[in-house]
């Protein structure tokens, strides 16, 4: 017994002494933007932020709406406020609500920064028709459901001659303590881990581009069929040049909460059928890794409920310094007094979500999709 234990615990502790070296890299400076310490290589000369062919702006920002009218005049108002000109290109994905004609109202306020077109079906195929409607030197992507700051676009730009692909951090507006929790959990595991050399994922609301290297990967197209084309997208421009994840309150964008525990369930489920399909062995070893850390102390609880507590409580400990340092690098505020709550929500999903994978169906944005069809 006491040997199934020791068994049990081990990946419990290698989990919380990862969690703690994420803490100490987030703890540090955030790297300065062009620094040789947050990229592998620099990327050859500034990128220009000025002007573009044919006097368009050299950054484009695409945005991929489908039945979005809820929020679309709100994410427009944000990107028609940012503190550098944009091509602004909405792409209609087969809306059945009025998201096409806000789009074209603003597009007749903004004649020379907003624009409608249509593209679809399905996310990848919509950014790629944006991407070919626009001629712009830089090339930013975000949601319909997101509210980026007047600064976003430029603290995007200025991370560019280091990188070819750059993602920057989203958090889940207010209202939402265990969605909140979670994404700054998520996403500072990933911007410490490419801090560390280690990029492992970009959010898509919230990345750029130079657009010849992303034309040269084959455009968004290259995400292929994935549900979750921003981790294919970066996967593949990872192995072609340099790219990065980063944690700075310039490059903060912020999303609306999915609005439900299904949901929440659903999109996880759907970001872990994405990762799936093209897992590098790091990768992999991280999913694993923490599939088996939530599992074990549920285990423990009936061989030795006093170390399952000790192991609760211990990550309750790492979670919450790892979500205050994002706060802290952010200068934002986050509810970690519900750690414990989300903690307990997310281990369940932890543990459920790999015996859902069999299936390849989800259900996303109005349409059943099948990971890889």
């Known amino acids: 017994m006491t040997g199934l234990v ?8 290698v989990h919380l002494a990862v969690g703690l070296l994420l803490v100490w890299q987030l703890r540090q400076p955030a790297p300065r933007v062009g620094g040789e310490e947050h990229h592998r290589k620099a990327a050859p000369g500034p990128v220009p932020i000025d002007s573009g062919p044919h006097n368009l702006p050299a950054a484009c920002c695409l945005v991929a709406a489908r039945d979005e ?8 108002a944000a990107l028609t406020a940012q503190s550098v000109p944009l091509d602004i290109v909405v792409i209609d994905d087969h809306s059945s609500d009025d ?21 679809g079906p399905g996310k990848v195929a919509a950014l790629q028709a944006g991407f070919e409607q626009s001629e712009a030197a830089c090339v930013l992507t975000t949601d319909a459901d997101c509210r980026p700051p007047q600064g976003w676009a430029q603290g995007l ?3 560019l001659p280091a990188f070819d692909t750059v993602g920057g951090t989203t958090m889940v507006r207010a209202g939402a303590p265990i969605e909140q929790l979670d994404w700054a959990i998520l996403l500072g595991t990933a911007a410490a881990s490419s801090e560390l050399g280690k990029p492992l994922t970009a959010m898509g609301n919230n990345m750029a581009f130079r657009r010849r290297a992303l034309q040269a990967a084959g ?3 290259a995400a292929g069929d994935s549900v979750t084309e921003d981790y294919a997208l970066f996967r593949l421009l990872a192995r072609r040049g340099p790219v990065g994840l980063v944690m700075t309150p310039e490059t903060l964008n912020w999303t609306e909460p999915v609005g439900s525990l299904a949901a929440l369930f659903r999109q996880r489920r759907r970001w872990a059928l994405g990762a799936t399909e093209s897992l590098s062995g790091q990768n992999a070893a991280v999913l694993l890794g923490t599939f088996i850390a939530y599992l074990a102390p549920w285990l423990l609880l009936a061989l030795a409920p006093a170390v399952a507590l000790a192991c609760f409580v211990l990550r309750w ?11 802290d690098r952010l200068k934002i505020r986050l509810p970690l007094a519900w750690v414990p709550a989300h903690d307990l929500l997310i281990s369940l999903y932890t543990v459920a979500i790999p015996f859902t994978l069999a299936s390849r169906r989800t259900r ?3 349409r059943t999709r099948y990971q890889g069809s």
């Open 364 to 366: 996303w944005k109005g």
């Open 219 to 221: 455009g968004f197209d």
């Open 6 to 13: 020791a068994v049990l615990v081990l990946p419990v502790a």
């Open 157 to 159: 730009l200025d991370h």
């Open 69 to 76: 009218s809820a929020n679309i005049d709100a994410c427009l």
């Open 99 to 119: 998201t096409a004609t806000k789009v074209a109202a603003w597009s007749r306020h903004f004649p020379d920064r907003v624009r409608l077109i249509s593209g």
């Open 317 to 327: 400990m790492v979670q919450a310094a790892l979500a205050g340092a994002v706060a």
